[in-house]
């Protein structure tokens, strides 16, 4: 490595762990945290459920729940929210790790991956959040796994690795309803334009047929959210316009 390289490397590692310290340090103290995601899991707790309850804040029980069970299964092992920040860091540090990775599964391996995560790692929206409750990062992180699983098929075409973006797209659809955007985009993205420069009619066929799986798989990780949803609001996504 340069001197170049592990500069970088030198600022992502103390951020990370400067992020680290204040998500140990700190409580969960913001607004969202207080009368959404924090909230959400001590009713869970309390009810010993995590089925809807009556709430004046509606968003507590329709909006996707993946990174407050999170927070509830440490919560519950260590009998206080002292590690409740870490699913965000965590989230943090594997979203830094994936653009590497991604940027490695383009072709440009070495500088190009350090300078990846250093772009992932100085988002100053990021870093904020590394030491909250919020899921931003959460929902992240499974939409670059997703994207990076999603490049590794177009390249193998391997029912394992479409299994996996599958997974991938539906943790994150699970986690924060602008995974359907941002998922949509890198699935039409990768997606469609593998499709398009395809040279032989059967490898489009079976790539075609991965997406179908990929997109089921996706699905399926969501459809008890889903019925939960669809019995108490008569929609999947839950809410109403009168919401917004």
Known sequence: MTGLDRLMAAI??????VTLLIALAAPPNNWDSMTYHMARVAEW?????????????????FLMPLAE????????LSGSDHFANLVQWWS??????????IVRELGQPGRAQL????????????????????NDLVAASFCLA????????VRSMTLQDALLA??????????????????????????VGSLLFSERRATASLMLRRFVLLCAVGLVLNAGFFWRNYQLYGNVLGGNNAHY
Do not use: D
Not at 115 to 134: D, G, N, R, V, Y
Not at 146 to 153: D, E, G, K, N, Q
């Open 12 to 17: 992502v590692a103390v951020i990370l762990a």
């Open 45 to 61: 707790i309390s009810r010993q459920s995590v089925a809807f309850y009556p709430t004046a804040i509606e968003r507590q029980n």
């Open 69 to 76: 069970y999170q927070i509830l299964h440490l919560q519950l």
């Open 92 to 101: 943090f540090f594997v979203a830094i790790l994936l653009a590497s990775l």
């Open 115 to 134: 300078l990846a995560a250093l772009i992932a790692a100085t988002i100053p929206m990021a870093i904020l959040q590394a030491s909250s409750t919020q």
């Open 146 to 153: 997703f994207a990076y699983l999603l490049l590794r098929l």
């Open 166 to 191: 599958g997974i991938a797209l539906g943790l994150a659809l699970l986690t924060k309803g602008t995974a359907y955007i941002y998922c949509a985009a890198i699935g039409l993205g990768i997606g």
